[in-house]
């Protein structure tokens, strides 16, 4: 059973650096057959995807936040985390990981129950 | 800003069917695949469809999934109280950036 599960602070300030950490359960993050990856959902909105990241290190990123984003993996820990610098209130959301295909592009198959980020002061 | 463009909400009485439209462009739909995902009140999303109309183990043969150019349609039929939610659909784009639909609320009346 593929379990996924963030971990990280609900509370970040405003021009902080907001971190996440993916712990993977039941599957082994240096599998060659998925990309794991982060998507967004503000309150009371849709979905926005972050990025993925391949256990290489190879990453796809959202080129709307390509620039505050950084993600990166630790096989050893099967763990892979998420940065993003500078955050404003529009950052507050929801954060999922979640897991891909790397045959089966952008098909989302286990998600993280997700945690919630606010940003404030 | 999504891409993608749904109809806010769909309703039907239970047993009924209801279609979900994702209209998208040449650069995601009309190239790539689409998903379909369940979002649950308060849950993380949930895979239903994948490669245009492919269901996942488990997911029960009332739900399918379609791709005619650059839409893609949702279908739902045999409504239960169980399947409202929020539905999106979700695709690559060719610009390097994973897209998902604005999402539809679906109501059982």
């Known amino acids: 059973q593929v379990q996924l599960q963030e971990s990280g602070p609900g509370l970040v300030k405003p021009s902080e650096t907001l971190s996440l950490t993916c712990t993977v359960s039941?599957?082994?993050?240096?599998?060659?057959?998925?990309?794991w990856g982060w998507i967004r959902q503000p309150p009371g909105q849709g979905l926005e995807w972050i990025g993925s990241i391949y256990y290489s290190g190879s990453t796809y990123n959202n080129p709307s936040l390509k620039s505050r984003v950084t993600m990166s993996v630790d096989t050893s820990k099967n763990q892979f985390s998420l940065k993003v610098t500078s955050v404003i209130a529009a950052d507050t959301a929801v954060y999922f990981c979640?897991?891909?295909?790397?045959?089966?592009?952008?098909?989302?198959?286990?998600w993280g129950q997700g945690t919630l980020v606010t940003v404030s002061s | 800003q999504s891409v993608l463009t749904q109809p806010p909400s769909v309703s039907a009485t239970p047993g009924q069917k209801v279609t979900i439209s994702c209209s998208g462009s040449s650069s995601n739909i009309g190239t790539n695949y689409v998903s379909w995902y369940q979002q649950l009140p308060g849950t993380a999303p949930k895979l239903l469809i994948y490669?245009?109309?492919k269901r996942p183990s488990g997911i029960p043969d009332r739900f399918s999934g379609s791709k005619s150019g650059t839409s893609a349609t949702l279908g739902i039929t045999g409504l239960q109280t169980g399947d409202e939610a929020d539905y999106y659909c979700g695709t690559w784009d060719s610009n390097l950036s994973g897209v998902f639909g604005t999402g539809t609320k679906v109501t059982v009346l």
């Open positions: 490669d245009n109309d």
């Open positions: 979640a897991r891909h295909g790397s045959g089966s592009w952008f098909v989302w198959d286990y």
């Open positions: 039941g599957a082994s993050i240096s599998s060659t057959s998925y990309y």
